[in-house]
C-alpha cells in the first residue's frame, strides 16, 4: 500500500475521527445505482457509507448516489458536477468497469472523470471500484487502473477477489447474480466487504500513525500531472434545455419537470414526425449524442449531419433491441476533430402515426 495512494483517505478519516461532517459519494452504473438489490439499504454503496457511519460514531455524514444504469464514464465525465459533485463529496467511490469498453477511448473518458474528481474544490478522496461480468470474468480495469495507478487512487478489483473465490468454487455464479452481471443481495454484500476490507487497512495505517502523522487535506498535492491520455473529455459539457437554446423546426423542448437524477427522460427535446428537425451550432472538437432507445416499439427514427456533410450522415434508431428498459444511449459523432465551430442537424426521417413513442433526444456531450 503506497502512502500516496490512501493518502487523502487517511485525512477523511482522521476529520471523522474528529467528529466532523462528512460527504460519502458513490459515482457510477447500474450496480453502483443499486440493480437487484431488494432494498437501497442492502447495495454496496449503502452498506460502505454505513461502514463510515459505524466506524467513527462521533461523525456526521451524508449519502450521495450517483449511479445510473446502462451508463459509461463518456457520460460520467459530463454529469459528474451535477450528480456527485455539487454535493461538495469528501469522499467518491468510482465504478464503470462493465460498462466501458475496454479500450483507449474509454480510458480517455475515464482519465477525464478522474481528473474532474481530483481536482474538485473538496479535493475529495477517491477510490476506484472494478466490478465484473462473472459469466466471462471481462470489464476495463486494465484500461481504468493504468490511469489510477498514474494518479495514486487506489483500486478494489472484484475480478481479482470475488470473482476469483467463484472460480475456486466458494460460491456459484447463481449465488451471486441471477444475471451474470448485476449482483443481488449476498453480491452486494461481498462487494461491500472487499471495499471495507480495503478501508480498514487504511484505518489500522492512521492508528498506527497516531494523529500526529496523519497528513491533513490541504497538505496533499495540488496539482495533477500531465494527462495520461489527449484527455479531450475532461471538461465535457452536457447540452439540454436548461443550458441550450438550437433551433427548433417541429421539434419541441420537454416541459416536463425532472424529479431527480434518476428521472432520465426529461430536459431533452422531442420529434414526433417526419421532418421534424432540430439544429445546434457548437465550439469543440468532440461530440456526442444522447437520444432514447425505447423498447415501446415502434419509435421513429432521425438522422444527423455533422458541417453538412450528407454523404456521412449517422442514423439514430430510437427503436431498442433490448429488454430490459429504455437505454440512454450516447453515440460518438466525433472524437478529436478539428477545433472550431460545428454544426449539428438533428432530422426525423421514419415516423408513423402507430409508433407508442416520439423520437427523444436527449442531450449532446461536447469538449
Known amino acids: 500500500m503506497e502512502e500516496l495512494e490512501y493518502s487523502r483517505l487517511l485525512a477523511c478519516m482522521k476529520r471523522a475521527a474528529a467528529g466532523e461532517e462528512l460527504t460519502i459519494g458513490f459515482f457510477g452504473g447500474s450496480i453502483t445505482q443499486g440493480s437487484l438489490a431488494s432494498s437501497d439499504t442492502l447495495t ?31 457520460f460520467g465525465v459530463s454529469r459528474a458536477y451535477e450528480d456527485v459533485l455539487m454535493y461538495q463529496p469528501d469522499v467518491v467511490v468510482v465504478d464503470f468497469s462493465v460498462n466501458d469498453d475496454a479500450d483507449e477511448f474509454f480510458q480517455e473518458t475515464y482519465e477525464g472523470v478522474i481528473r474532474k474528481l481530483l481536482s474538485f474544490r473538496t479535493k475529495p478522496a477517491v477510490l476506484v471500484l472494478n466490478n465484473v461480468f462473472y459469466d466471462t470474468g471481462e470489464n476495463a480495469q486494465q484500461f481504468h487502473n493504468a490511469v489510477a495507478d498514474y494518479y495514486h487512487v487506489p483500486h478494489v478489483s472484484i475480478l481479482d477477489s470475488v470473482y476469483q473465490r467463484m472460480k475456486a468454487g466458494e460460491f456459484t455464479r447463481e449465488e451471486l447474480t441471477s444475471d451474470g452481471l448485476h449482483p443481488n443481495d449476498k453480491g452486494h454484500g461481498l462487494l461491500a466487504q472487499e471495499i471495507i476490507k480495503y478501508l480498514e487497512q487504511v484505518k489500522q495505517r492512521a492508528e498506527a500513525a497516531g494523529a500526529g502523522g496523519v497528513p491533513d487535506k490541504n497538505l496533499l498535492p495540488e496539482i495533477l500531472p500531465e494527462p495520461l491520455t489527449a484527455n479531450a473529455y475532461e471538461g465535457a459539457e452536457r447540452l439540454t434545455i436548461r443550458n441550450c437554446t438550437p433551433e427548433l423546426n417541429g421539434f419541441r423542448a ?39 432507445k425505447t423498447v415501446r416499439k415502434p419509435s421513429p427514427v432521425a438522422k444527423l449531419v455533422l458541417d453538412g456533410r450528407e454523404e456521412e450522415s449517422v442514423l439514430l434508431d430510437g427503436n431498442f433491441e433490448e429488454d430490459w428498459g429504455d437505454c440512454l444511449y450516447l453515440e460518438k459523432i466525433l472524437h478529436h476533430g478539428k477545433q472550431g465551430k460545428h454544426l449539428v442537424e438533428i432530422e426525423v426521417v421514419q415516423a408513423e402515426e402507430t409508433d407508442k413513442e416520439p423520437f427523444y433526444l436527449l442531450s449532446l456531450i461536447i469538449s
Open 44 to 74: 454496496y454503496a449503502y452498506q460502505v457509507y454505513k461502514w463510515w457511519c459505524d466506524t467513527f460514531k462521533d461523525a456526521v455524514f451524508h449519502y450521495v448516489n450517483g449511479g445510473i444504469g446502462g451508463t459509461t464514464s463518456h
Open 254 to 292: 420537454d416541459t416536463g419537470e425532472k424529479m431527480g437524477h434518476l428521472d432520465f427522460f426529461k430536459n431533452g427535446w422531442i420529434g414526433r414526425r417526419k421532418g421534424d428537425r432540430i439544429s445546434f451550432e457548437v465550439e469543440c472538437s468532440c461530440i456526442a449524442v444522447q437520444y432514447r
